[in-house]
């Protein structure tokens, strides 16, 4: 592929969410219109291309970045790598001056500060998912072994999965529900904590609940705060059942949750305030 330009970056489309919350899904239906463009999946590369954001690097030690991480030389050679990637809805090249990009990887949920200063006029679609279903999800993510991010973490027993929250230090021995928990609040706590510091007309919420009950309702919400037409593609994608998303574990189904139930239900009452802020959050 030749030399690409990099294009110039309008209004990026940046879905964060904690991990197994239905992100992926709501990445899969938007991208389906040729508004948008994007890296083609989860980017973790893009970040993590670059050694001293890793975990263990100097003044990195959870996926947690902020402002201060980002230097004008790194945000130049992001912006290009990305340039490389870019497809557009039916995955060709990206060949446009201006792009529209969609992005969604689970990691960069803790990273809200550094893409904002990355990209000042980014426009955030704040995902969120019941705790229930959302811990089960994740434990059941760890348990298939199949969301591996750390193989080898210095200070921790065995691979890690999923992303990695600031405070995981002190999990070590934690039995998993509690850890698959403490990735779902510390999540959704920075978010809501991020996107605080952040105009409101630059961040929107969609709860999971809502999107599958009505996807062509959330998307046109989402559109309306994007600066989005709801075009035939995206009218088309929502006019039924949503089609499974690629990091299914297994089908969707109604009080899935509730074969961890014995696990997940004593750990609810300690996550009430931060449930009632979700569910405030807007």
Known sequence: RPVVRTPDYDRPV??????????????????????????????????????????????????????????????LAMKSRLAEKLVDASGAPADAESVRLLEKTPKN?????????????????????????????????????????????????GPWSLLLPPGWQALKGTPLPEIAAYQWATTNQTIMDDLEQIPADRRHVVRYSDFLADPAAVIRGVCGF?????????AERTGGDLPPSRHTLTPPEAGKWKKNAAEIEPLIPGLKPLIDRLRAFG
């Open 109 to 157: 949920a803790l990273r809200i500060p550094f893409f904002n200063a990355l990209f000042p006029d980014a426009r955030f679609v704040f995902l969120w998912r019941e705790p229930e279903e959302n811990i089960s999800s994740i434990i059941d993510a760890w348990r298939a072994g199949g969301w591996v991010t750390y193989p080898q973490l210095p200070g921790w027993d």
């Open 14 to 75: 940046i879905i964060v969410a904690a991990p197994r919350s239905g992100s992926t899904a709501l990445f899969e239906t938007l991208a389906v219109t040729p508004q948008l463009h994007n890296p083609g999946g989860e980017a973790h590369w893009l970040v993590e291309g670059f050694r001293m954001y890793l975990p263990g690097a100097p003044g990195v030690d959870s996926n947690r970045l902020t402002a201060a991480h980002l230097t004008p030389e790194v945000a």
């Open 226 to 234: 994007a600066g989005l037409e709801f075009d035939p593609a995206l």
